[in-house]
């Protein structure tokens, strides 16, 4: 690429602050990632981290970034369903985050209510399917009557599901995965020499999603937080410093384009 077109690009990216154009995006740090050639995965993961900290930031209580982090999950919808990506998992609430304080767990839930409500008309332009993964049933009757109804209504949309993983736990999953197992082996179903990969799989959540390709984790941390425990055995994992409500579609193809350097081997040799 010349250096004139990489320094267009650059003013086009101060000028309008986001893709330049389908071909090629600027970074943060002023590298100019060429978009023709990405490698698309069926399947992104996205940890939705660093909403607390980017209110701090601007001196506004925490639930403002919760806000900001839900209107930028409409936005990362939209520009992953127009990237051919088939399935979208974030995640929303873990089985650990009722350890916060009360008003910030009754935001997140009226959070989620508002926007199901909200959304769901530009949700269903885009064809975009939802799902919830998690425990469910322990969640307060509106937020699982919300779920229901979203699940209903967008069953028929098959450009990209959603999936929204709410009072999730990667080991809650594997737990209740385990305990109708174990059911089946006391009704004789199953043998325990016989339980396999595929009964494990069987028994979880969404069984019919495949695992993530890419798991895209920002705010600076660099850990799983008990997210898709037994589905990321081989996923790839891309971080960045910025902050959730910040992630942008130049944050989404620089991670696309890490993705697409990626060999993927699933312990075999080399592919590519
Ligand atoms: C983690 O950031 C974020 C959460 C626990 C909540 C994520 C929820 C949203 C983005 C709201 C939108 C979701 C839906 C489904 C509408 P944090 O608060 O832990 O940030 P911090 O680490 O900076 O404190």
Known sequence: MSIF????SLFNLMRHNKTTNQDEVVSQNSKVVAAGHLEIPEHLAVIMDGNGRWAKQKGLPRQA???????????LCRMCGRRGIKYLTVYAFSTENWRRPDDEVHALMQL???FFHR???ELAAEGIRLRFSGDIGALPDDIQKIISEAEIESANRDKMQLIVAI???GRREIVQACRKIAEEVKQGALAPGSIEEEDIVR???LPDVP????IIRPSGEQRLSNFLLWQAAYSEFWYSDIMWPDFSEVHLIEALSAYTDRDRRFGGIRTK
């Open 119 to 121: 959304y769901d008309r």
């Open 65 to 75: 970034g919760h806000r900001a982090g839900a209107e930028n999950l409409k936005n």
């Open 203 to 205: 028994c979880l959540y």
């Open 5 to 8: 077109r990489k320094i267009n």
């Open 211 to 214: 695992d993530p390709d890419l």
């Open 112 to 114: 989620f209510v508002e």
């Open 167 to 169: 009072n999730y736990g």
